[in-house]
């Protein structure tokens, strides 16, 4: 266990990325589970905004000792080979990523789809988790 007693919420973290139709929406730390909450604009490159889906290999890691949780599970995402199809290139997909619970302490993390990426993976990196900016759920 992690020591979490409540649920804390990290809305719109500072993050680096290139994902440019992607967007980090919050971080919820769980004492069950850590979980993040994104969404993607189908993007205008195809003609019904392509697809999406989430590597079952996909992880969070911890800084600075590098600690790697992956995923359990997802919500309104496929995971592994299956794909989310749009049908149109307005269309936006929210979907939540479960991980194991993370530590309740300002740390930075980085949120990997695939190490080693060719640009078309949802990589963040230098996640800020910062207690003073955590907002305690009910």
């Known amino acids: 266990m992690n020591g979490i007693q409540a649920r804390y919420l990290f809305s719109n ?19 069950e589970q ?17 697809w999406v889906g989430m590597s079952d290999e996909a992880f969070i890691r911890i800084h600075p000792d590098g600690v790697k949780l992956r995923i359990t ?24 990523l479960y991980f194991p619970p993370i530590p309740f302490k300002t740390c930075r993390i980085d949120l990997i789809e695939r190490e080693k990426s060719d640009g078309s993976d949802f990589n963040f990196y230098d996640i800020q988790l910062k207690i003073s900016e955590a907002i305690r759920l009910l």
């Open 73 to 96: 599970g997802t919500e309104n995402i496929p995971m592994g080979k299956n794909k989310h199809e749009f049908k149109s290139t307005r269309d936006w997909l929210y979907f939540s």
């Open 34 to 50: 850590t979980r993040v909450d994104l969404g993607y604009q189908a993007t205008d490159y195809y003609t019904r905004g392509g």
């Open 13 to 31: 973290p500072a993050h680096n990325t290139s994902c440019e139709n992607l967007q980090l929406l919050r971080i919820i730390l769980e004492p």
